[in-house]
């Protein structure tokens, strides 16, 4: 008799309808993307590792005009034009008569060159705050790849967090539709049916907030790269993987790379050297300073005869 009550159970479950919603039905990819090429469109697009590089102009033209400012004079160019009508005017009781008008102008040139310890620090201390900013410019372009990357993995994290949530949808699918079968026979309450529905319910709103979170790591991913995804981010897989390794590191090693090459730390040092050549440019204010001038100029004066 229970081997009979035994095959009637597992027949009653594998003729069993399938009313309840699939909820674990594949989505149809349209768009693939890799880690290289997430890094790619990041570096290009943005915003946050653009608002970096703009700080390489800056810097660069300051280097230039430190350097103009030490070899180059300094030009000033001035013109006027005056114009003075027929009649007569009182000065010092001397009464004076012009009459006919009369026009006038001039012009100057002056040109001027100023060397002071102040411009002579000025190219070096140009040159330490664009090394800064280049070291700054390459921290930002680190910071860009861990986040990515760390977004990246996230991603990846929440879509294997999807897998695991659906394989669980389907075996308490299982475990319901044999709660049914066992109640149909007679080896089982109600209340266990009840119990497997409620399992199945919680899995099936598990996976539903699985989704939405893979999404939402997606998307974050995409806000990252400063574009629009090229399709809905349930139709685009993330199609890298990453072997488990065991890191092998020396802590030694590691601190010395660390000091090297560390661009904060690099910045750092950079900012140093320029505040040393603020500190000589301050100073070159009690130190005396060689000035050169030269002038042209000219005036000319027209009168009418009407």
């Known amino acids: 008799m229970p081997r009979i009550t035994a095959l009637l159970v597992v027949a009653l479950v594998a003729t069993a309808p399938l009313n309840a919603q699939d909820t674990t039905q594949a989505v149809p990819i349209r768009a693939t993307l890799t880690l290289s090429e997430a890094l790619e469109q990041a570096r290009a697009n943005s915003p946050a590792y653009r608002q970096v590089l703009n ?3 800056p810097a660069r033209w300051g280097v230039r005009q430190a350097y103009a400012n030490l070899f180059l004079p300094g030009a000033d160019v001035s013109l006027g034009f005056g114009y003075t009508g027929a009649g007569r005017s009182t000065f010092g009781g001397t009464e004076f008569t012009q009459s006919s008008p009369s026009y006038n102008s001039s012009y100057g040139i002056n040109l001027g060159w100023n060397l002071s310890l102040a411009t002579l620090s000025a190219p070096g201390r140009a040159k330490a705050l664009q090394r800064a900013t280049g070291e700054q410019i390459a921290a930002g372009g680190v910071q860009l790849k861990a986040d ?6 996230t991603a990846l994290q929440s879509a294997a967090q999807v897998d695991v949530a659906e394989q669980q949808v389907k075996r308490n699918d299982d475990f319901l539709r044999l709660a049914q079968a066992r109640y149909q026979v007679g080896q089982t309450t109600l209340l ?4 497997a529905e409620v399992t199945k319910s919680t899995s099936e709103v598990a996976l539903l907030t699985a989704r939405q979170r893979a999404s939402e790591a997606k998307l974050e991913l995409f806000r990252l790269m400063g574009i629009e995804p090229p399709a809905p981010v349930t139709q685009i897989a993330l199609t890298d993987s990453f072997p488990v390794v065991e890191p092998q590191f020396d802590l030694p090693t590691l601190l010395a790379t660390a000091e090297q090459q560390n661009p904060n730390l690099r910045a750092l040092r950079a900012q140093e050297d320029a505040a040393g050549a603020a500190v000589t440019t301050a100073k070159s204010q009690y130190f005396p300073n060689l000035n050169l001038s030269a002038r042209w100029s000219g005036f000319a004066q027209e009168f009418t005869d009407e």
């Open 192 to 195: 266990d049916v009840r119990q």
């Open 55 to 57: 700080d390489a102009g």
């Open 148 to 153: 990515i990357t760390t977004q990246y993995l």
